[in-house]
């Protein structure tokens, strides 16, 4: 069984268009992450949710809104798509916030999203 | 705020050949380090971790020790093999986050 899984695997779609990632994780985990990845391979956090509840929000535009419907599940909506959206979007998962006393991210295989 | 600097790729070997990829971090108190991997079209996945000063965590070959002195947690393998070719990142647990290094993307030629 997979551990974290996105759906779709790629997205491709113009720009000024709404569209989501959804994000499933069966670990039995209290926190859930989307991160972003650039072409250079930087990866940057967007959001956290700890047993639903928002911990992190960096920042990132409002056109993206990420929703956590129970602990098992984190979706992330992006409205009016620009061209500089266009990334490798990561959902991962851990027991526990952060990783400070030792705990571990579970990545998901992620969603190469290309606005054209 | 917390934070890790890894050295610049792209780092190119042969195979069989010494690894090491620097990190160093920056942090209050003692935080826990990692190591992940990320293959080619695939997401990151843990290679080792440490959790506290002199800890060496190991795996696949691939071992790095937490040096509070020089505040650092290099990545070495004795012998790469083209397998490894691969991305790799250094990482700080935080309160709420993981700080990721900017990845040293590393390719073994035959």
């Known amino acids: 069984d997979t551990a974290v899984s996105q759906t779709p695997k790629y997205l491709v779609t113009q720009m000024g268009n709404d569209k989501s990632i959804k994000c499933e994780q069966n670990?039995?985990?209290?926190?859930m992450y989307w991160y972003k990845q650039d072409s250079k391979k930087f990866l940057k956090i967007m959001f956290s949710?700890?047993?639903?509840?928002?911990?992190i929000n960096e920042t990132v535009p409002n056109r993206f809104s990420p929703k956590s419907p129970d602990k098992a599940h984190l979706n992330l909506h992006i409205n009016s798509l620009e061209l500089g959206d266009s990334a490798v979007y990561f959902c991962?998962?851990?027991?526990?916030?952060?990783?400070?006393?030792?705990?571990?991210?579970?990545f998901g295989p992620g969603t190469r999203l290309t606005v054209l | 705020g917390d934070s890790v600097t890894q050295m610049e790729g792209p780092v190119t070997l042969s195979e069989e050949a010494f690894l090491t990829i620097n990190c160093t971090y920056t942090a209050t108190g003692y935080p826990s380090l990692f190591w992940y991997v990320q293959y080619p079209g695939e997401g990151l996945q843990l290679l080792l971790k440490a959790t506290k000063a002199d800890d060496k965590g190991s795996n696949k070959g691939f071992e790095a020790t937490y040096r509070k002195e020089t505040t650092s947690f290099h990545l070495e393998k004795g012998s790469v093999q083209v397998s490894d070719s691969a991305v790799y990142f250094c990482?700080?647990?935080?309160?709420?986050?993981?700080?990721f290094g900017a990845g040293t993307r590393l390719t073994v030629k035959p």
């Open positions: 990482a700080l647990g935080g309160n709420n986050d993981m700080r």
């Open positions: 991962a998962s851990s027991q526990g916030r952060g990783g400070r006393s030792g705990n571990e991210q579970f």
């Open positions: 670990l039995g985990h209290d926190t």
């Open positions: 949710y700890n047993n639903k509840e928002l911990i």
